[in-house]
């Protein structure tokens, strides 16, 4: 059993950063792959970026590549989504995902993920 709790949302404006976190129980950490996808009012919920369990490869969508990064420190049972250069159509609910997969295209999946965080609020001014 994995509990995950998302923070670090918020309201920004546009052009700006944040940095969510997600905090992981257990002692079996390492052994999963994690993803963050976002869910806006209205929409499906979506990918935005995975890490595999060894902290390498790394997995983006292609509308955040190259303004988010995603991290993970095993020591501390976390993982990361910095995100720069934010636009107004980032706006959404953030969730964290833990599973026992790899392969880019079960990452990408949100169906492939065993446990998810309740989510945070990001929002984007223009």
């Known amino acids: 059993q994995v509990q995950l709790e998302e923070s670090g949302g918020g309201l920004v404006q546009a052009g700006g950063s944040l940095r969510l976190s997600c905090a992981a129980s257990g002692r079996t950490f390492s052994s999963y792959s994690m993803g963050w996808f976002r869910q806006a009012p209205g929409k499906e919920r979506e990918f935005v970026a995975a890490?595999?369990?060894?902290?390498?490869?790394?997995y983006y969508a292609d509308s955040v590549k190259g303004r988010f990064t995603i991290s993970r420190d095993n020591a501390k049972n976390t993982v990361y989504l910095q995100m720069n250069s934010l636009k107004p159509e980032d706006t959404a609910v953030y969730y964290c995902?833990?599973?026992?997969?790899?392969?880019?295209?079960?990452?990408?999946?949100?169906?492939?993920?065993?446990?998810w965080g309740q989510g945070t609020q990001v929002t984007v001014s223009s």
């Open positions: 890490i595999s369990w060894g902290g390498g490869p790394t």
């Open positions: 995902a833990a599973g026992l997969l790899t392969g880019w295209r079960a990452l990408m999946r949100p169906s492939s993920y065993n446990y």
